[in-house]
């Protein structure tokens, strides 16, 4: 099942090899593993005489999302299905805990099972799902109809849509903060945005957003876009934007994305701002990238950054989740013999495998609200932005997989050359705010709280509620969820244990702290670029909208 991802099933420790299981010995454990499961099932059935199942046992969990409906409550027979399925599900989960298997083995057999069980499950079928059938009988069929020419438009895209994707459209109603293109190169292009206060900080801010999405998640629409509320802080903004990478771009390496990408845009931004020095921000994929960008100017002796923001980033990857019981030698070495010389690893494999870590958010309930519901995917800006895809250039992905999340070099003083030098975070030594999610999937906080370590200046760390994603996007407006701020600390639990939890958004608490590093303020210059960088096109540019092949 594993292989299905692409992974081979991790081999058992030699420092601990399993003990040897007699055929007796297996024997009684499946005996007892089957005496429980039935003894479970009895306990489901009624009693003679009774008239409810509902009046024996326990109701089906109303924690989990797929069964909180009342009508799987509201018939017996939907309700004792969905507790069998549950039983089965936590006894299949018991046998893995139980085999004689290192922990590597037993997770990644974990994330297999649950790929299964997700797709076993009793919602995602019409002749179990009440909610579906009853709405086919309410609509006289017209669900199912709907239903299957939903399920033919996603056959033809080869994956479940999430959201209405011709809803949202890049420099229409997302990503349409003003601005000009004031560089490319073959790699990405540079944009600056207007201002719209009548002081600006005398140090710009570059945003470096991840290279394996597409940077407008950082400015969807006006009311929650990032950019639009760092430009409203009175903050000269530019920002990387990434190319969709094609075939003609796969030779391209990690190090072509620091020196082409960030360390040509630190430059191009303090040239064109006049500035000493500037304020950067990496996030995801982009935050690491700008960490080694900056290490390799420390080594260089170069000066040109007054300070680094890192959101959901991580520089240590010693937890890097469920996607490490993705990565191993195995997979790895294949990336590198069809890609890691030339060539693409195409967005919608990485769309596939992200998915894939979160099924039944993901994939499922929007497959049964489509296919067996005939409801149309809502118009969401995020989920329109998560469908579109991006490819990433062979060679620079496989050095990124190696380096990164297979052998964790990136976190060991000259571990790695990168751009000629020996990369040493400790050497970044300008002051640091560091942002993670609490319930991020992708970068565990524990991993990012780990660069507090790393780094060789002050660091500010915060931890946001939510995920990876709608933990960034949290603007002040909307006052929802929180955000902890604590003193540093050895230890992430600790760190956890003494940090005052603060309602809203986090957004207000970084801009106070890029405040004290942005300079003072003036006069704001109403043309963009300047005589060496005039502006190419207005943005978001032409980058952002190349479509994946």
Known sequence: MLRTFGVEPAPASQDAPPAPVSLLSAARTLCAWRDHALRQMAAFWPPVGASDVADHADRASTQDRRFAAEAWRYDPR???VVRHYQSYAARLRDAIDEAPADAQTKAQWQFALRQVLDALSPAN????????????????????????RLFLQDLAKGRVSMADEQAFEVGRNVGVTPGGVVFENALMQLIQYSPVTE????????????CINKFYILDLQPENSFVAHAVAQGHTVFLVSWRNVSDAQGHLTWDDYLEQGVLRAIDTAREISRADRVNTLGFCVGGTLLACALAVAAARGEDKVASVTLLTTMLDF???GEIGLLVNEA???VREATIGRGGLLRGRELAHVFAALRANDLIWPYAVNSYLKGTAPPAFDLLSWNCDDTNLPGPMYCWY???AYLENRLRVPGGTVQCGEAVDFSRVRVPAFLYASHDDHIVPWGSAFATTRLLGGPTTFVLGASGHIAGVVNPPARRKRHHWIGKNDSSAQRWLDGAECVEGSWWP??????GQHAGPENAARRSLGSAAYAVIEPA????????AS
């Open 331 to 333: 997979m790895v070495a």
């Open 540 to 547: 978001p540019g032409r980058y952002v909208k190349e479509i």
């Open 401 to 403: 997989l190696r380096n």
């Open 78 to 80: 939907c309700e004792l």
């Open 318 to 320: 010693h937890d890097t």
């Open 199 to 210: 002081k600006v900080h005398k140090r710009p801010l570059l945003i470096v957003p991840p």
């Open 125 to 148: 079928c019409l002749a179990t799902n009440p909610e579906a059938l009853q709405l086919a009988v309410d609509s006289g069929g017209a669900s199912l109809v709907e239903g299957m």
């Open 509 to 514: 608490a970084w801009s106070e702290w890029l």
